[in-house]
């Protein structure tokens, strides 16, 4: 019986008749072939479980190490395309229309769950870069439920195929189609869970909790992009009715930020309310909540 090596080693010196290798090179040619196959092939009839186990399991780890070696490089080339297409794509439009979807809210996230990303390119603009699961709000402003469980990150949510820029859109030229995001290269992009909207008093001068941090990440230069189709999906404003002193000193539940500003304000004052040099007055005060609007909300809000 021929091993592999063997028959390869027989082969080579076949062709070597019409080639002019040296018989001493093609004897190193051999010893390495063979050497090499029978490091793979390095099994006898008298091979024990255990070296038998030993031999399959330096396989396994070969092959582990170069799939896992392949799925590296072809994850880095897939992201590297990616990025390229992303900063292409910005000011020229490929072969596929584009479409352009402002927000990452309920009404952007089922169509962009929908869209045919094969016969458009998908771009979605937006300064959340999750999708925010609204109706357990009321949950999380009192600690029932944790803010993580009710976010979901938007790339996750849509797949690879749509492109995401985190940026809120300030203009639009429907003439030229052209939409223009963020205002000046200056202001914060706000997701509405910005930890600079966080103000903590400290008697530290200067202390870091002191201030209100500008995170220099979440700056954007202003750009413009091309679209063929533009949706906007933007949600809407709290609606104060205009009654005095509600914009100033109440609450909204309408963002992340706002449920967790809500459970702070709700915690602060049970603690405060415990301090031993407490008045009743004091102590009942701060314990006295009131929920304004009966709507959905308002009702849940106060349910919870
Ligand atoms: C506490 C609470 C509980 C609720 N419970 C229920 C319920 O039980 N059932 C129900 O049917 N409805 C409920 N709603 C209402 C529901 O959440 C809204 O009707 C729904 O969110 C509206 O969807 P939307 O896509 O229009 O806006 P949103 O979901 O608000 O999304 C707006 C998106 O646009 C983005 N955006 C904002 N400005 C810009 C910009 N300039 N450029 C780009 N993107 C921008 C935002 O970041 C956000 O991603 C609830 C709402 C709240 C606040």
Not at 25 to 54: C, P
Not at 60 to 81: A, E, F, M, P, Q
Not at 92 to 107: N, Q
């Amino acid at each position: 019986m021929f091993s592999p090596s063997n028959l390869l080693c027989q082969k080579l010196l076949m062709r070597n008749s019409t080639r002019n290798f040296s018989f001493k090179q093609l004897k190193d040619v051999k010893s390495i072939i063979i050497r090499n196959f029978a490091w793979f092939n390095r099994h006898t009839a008298k091979e024990n479980f255990g070296t038998k186990l030993k031999r399959r399991l330096r396989n396994l780890l070969i092959v582990t190490i170069v799939g896992c070696g392949t799925y590296y490089g072809y994850r880095t080339h897939r992201d590297y395309k990616w990025f390229k297409d992303m900063t292409d794509s910005d000011n020229s439009i490929g072969t596929k229309p584009r479409v352009v979807i402002l927000g990452t809210g309920w009404g952007a996230v089922p169509f962009l769950k929908h869209i045919d990303s094969d016969k458009y390119e998908v771009v979605c603009v937006s300064p959340r870069n999750y999708f925010l699961m609204t109706p357990l709000l009321p949950s999380v402003s009192v600690g029932t439920v944790e803010t993580r469980t009710v976010i979901e990150s938007i790339r996750s949510l849509v797949g690879p195929k749509v492109k995401y820029v985190e940026a809120q859109c300030v203009n639009v030229n429907p003439k030229e189609k052209i939409i223009t995001c963020n205002s000046d290269g200056t202001d914060v992009v706000s997701r509405g869970d910005d930890v600079k909207a966080i103000y903590v008093p400290s008697k530290r001068e200067g202390g870091a909790s002191s201030r209100i941090i500008k995170d220099s990440a979440r700056t954007r230069p202003q750009f413009d992009m091309k679209y063929d189709v533009l949706i906007v999906a933007i949600g809407s404003e709290n609606n104060t009715f205009n009654i005095p002193g509600v914009e100033e000193h109440a609450h909204f539940l309408k963002e992340i930020l706002d449920a967790r500003r809500i459970r702070s304000a709700i915690s602060d004052a049970f603690e405060s309310a415990m301090t031993p040099s407490q008045t009743p007055e004091e102590r009942k005060r701060l314990l006295h909540f009131v929920v304004v609007g009966g709507g959905p909300t308002g009702v849940e809000f106060a349910a919870e």
